[in-house]
Nanobody, 125 residues
Framework: QVQLVESGGGLVQAGGSLRLSCVASGFTTLIYSLGWFRQTPGKEREFVAG????????TYGDSVKGRFTISLDNAKNTVALQMSSLKLEDTAAYYC??????????????????WGQGTQVTVSS
């Protein structure tokens, strides 16, 4: 059974940094991609960042480009999201997800097969 478990969320001041991690387990496919999304109440899930199974391809949402960095540790099946220069509008529940059908990360939430339970990030002024 595929499982994704996020950690690292919390409360941080605007301008600060936070690192999220997601451990993926229970899958055997060698070709996959991983993504981070975020969501606030009443809004659709927003693409944040994605990475290919090799780590060679990364893509970012426009609102986080230049501030967030996604990385992958294949040995540990862990995808991380390093968030810097955090803004109030980055406050959201953050979810990691895995797409077992694509090597290149998609920006569409519907492309992803499995999701983590989410971790809350709150940025304060």
């Amino acid at each position: 059974q595929v499982q994704l478990v996020e950690s690292g969320g919390g409360l941080v001041q605007a301008g600060g940094s936070l690192r999220l991690s997601c451990v993926a387990s229970g899958f055997t496919t060698l070709i996959y991609s991983l993504g981070w999304f975020r969501q606030t109440p009443g809004k659709e899930r927003e693409f944040v960042a994605g990475i290919s199974w090799s780590g060679g391809t990364t893509t970012y949402g426009d609102s986080v480009k230049g501030r967030f960095t996604i990385s992958l540790d294949n040995a540990k099946n862990t995808v991380a999201l390093q968030m810097s220069s955090l803004k109030l509008e980055d406050t959201a529940a953050y979810y990691c997800a895995i797409d077992l059908d694509r090597a290149v990360p998609s920006r569409e939430a519907r492309s992803y097969n499995y999701w983590g339970q989410g971790t809350q990030v709150t940025v304060s002024s």
